[in-house]
Every structure is written in structure tokens, then in C-alpha cells.
């Protein structure tokens, strides 16, 4: 069975501030772990991803997690907050699929919304 | 298309209605997934099909919800006799074999009243 659990339904930054949104999870196999985010109105966009490799993940407008297995978290972080990062981001677990199958069910966690402040 | 697409975009629907929703995902994309997300909550898996072949229909949350992909591209999601609890964002996402990334479309927000 798997869970994610996102701490803090709300996060609220000023602008240029650092961004540190929180990830946790539970698996009973090694997992996958996606960052999503969600704009009003639109579907989910894919921020970043750990499948094993680097633990240390870059993703897209300056968004980067730490996958840290003895703390089972995946936090993630902005060094500077802009406005166009206020949004509501979604943190989600797969199991690893060994077989190289596309079965790839996603949980997902509760979301966080961001808001950067001027 | 460029991306997955989803119709209608918005549904209103009086209690007791059968409704449609529809999902055309990305071209030569095998998996497909239908996800539910309530107001203020995360996404829920509803269904997967790899396909035409629905491997996958635990999320469903009762019998009056029924997902199609007869010809393995377009799926269709039916809900019969809506209820008001039935309200919600449904989301529809593809990925191509062997990928880990899920291309979600905007979603189809249903209101039950």
C-alpha cells in the first residue's frame, strides 16, 4: 500500500523568498515520486521526477527534490519565489516496476497551495 | 493533438442523470487513466486501461460508473443516475508503454444538483 502526506494544506512566501513545499510518503516497495502542479481551471503539469537515478532532482522553472529514503521524504524546493509559482502543487507516489510494465497508478497527495506575495 | 483533451469541460447535471464524459488522449499513447478529484483534495484513481483492456477498475466508487476504450484511443467515462456526491473534477491521463510521466488533460468539472 502506498500514501503521500503533503504538511501544510497552505504555504504562503513573498516573492524572491525561498520555497519549501513538504513530501512524505509511504511504500512498501521502492517507489516513484512525481511533483505536480495545477493552475485554475487546467490539468495536472508535471514539475519534476525521481525514478531512481540521481537523488537530487531538477525540474522545470527552477524546481528541484531531494529524494531521502531514511526520512521517506521528497520535499520540494525553489531557491527564489516568483509570482507566476503561485499555484496549487500535488506530491505522488508509483510503485517501481521492475518488468518495465505502464501500469502506473498514481496516489497522490492532499495538495498545497502556494502564494507568493509582493 | 498536441496534448490530451477532454469534453465537455464543464457539465451540470440534475440528480439522476446519466452523463458522458469523454477523453481523447495522446496519439499512440497505450495507458489510460481516469482519476476523480473532489473539491480540495488530490486526485483519486478511478481506472486504467492499457489499450482497449481495462486492467484496472478498482476506484470505481460504485456500479453506476463505467469507463470504455473499445477501439484503444477515445475513452468514454459513464456515470449513471448521478448523485450529488458524484460532484467533481474528473481527469483523464495517458502515457506512452514503459513511460513514467502521465499527460493529464484539463478536466471535466461536474456538478450534481
Known amino acids: 500500500a502506498q500514501s503521500v502526506t503533503q504538511l501544510g494544506s497552505h504555504v504562503s512566501v513573498s516573492e524572491g523568498a525561498l520555497v519549501l513545499l513538504r513530501c512524505n510518503y509511504s511504500s512498501s516497495v521502492p517507489p516513484y515520486l512525481f511533483w505536480y502542479v495545477q493552475y485554475p481551471n487546467q490539468g495536472l503539469q508535471l514539475l519534476l521526477k525521481y525514478t531512481s537515478a540521481a537523488t537530487l532532482v531538477k525540474g522545470i522553472n527552477g524546481f528541484e527534490a531531494e529524494f531521502k529514503k531514511s526520512e521517506t521524504s521528497f520535499h520540494l524546493t525553489k531557491p527564489s519565489a516568483h509570482m507566476s509559482d503561485a499555484a496549487e502543487y500535488f506530491c505522488?507516489?508509483?510503485?517501481?516496476?521492475?518488468?518495465?510494465?505502464?501500469?502506473?497508478?498514481?496516489?497522490f497527495g492532499q495538495g498545497t497551495i502556494l502564494t507568493v506575495h509582493p | 493533438g498536441a496534448g490530451v483533451s477532454q469534453s465537455p469541460r464543464y457539465k451540470v447535471a440534475k440528480r439522476g442523470q446519466d452523463v458522458a464524459l469523454r477523453c481523447d488522449p495522446i496519439s499512440g499513447h497505450v495507458s489510460l487513466f481516469w482519476y476523480q478529484q473532489a473539491l480540495g483534495q488530490g486526485p483519486e484513481f478511478l481506472t486504467y486501461?492499457?489499450?482497449?483492456?481495462?486492467?484496472?477498475k478498482s476506484g470505481l466508487p460504485s456500479d453506476r460508473f463505467f469507463a470504455e476504450r473499445p477501439e484503444g484511443s477515445v475513452s468514454t467515462l459513464k456515470i449513471q443516475r448521478t448523485q450529488q456526491e458524484d460532484s467533481a473534477v474528473y481527469l483523464c491521463?495517458?502515457?506512452?508503454?514503459?513511460?513514467?510521466?502521465?499527460?493529464f488533460g484539463p478536466g471535466t468539472r461536474l456538478t450534481v444538483l
Open positions: 486501461f492499457q489499450n482497449e483492456a481495462q486492467l484496472d
Open positions: 491521463a495517458s502515457s506512452n508503454t514503459g513511460g513514467n510521466e502521465q499527460f
Open positions: 505522488a507516489v508509483r510503485p517501481y516496476s521492475a518488468g518495465g510494465t505502464s501500469y502506473g497508478k498514481l496516489t
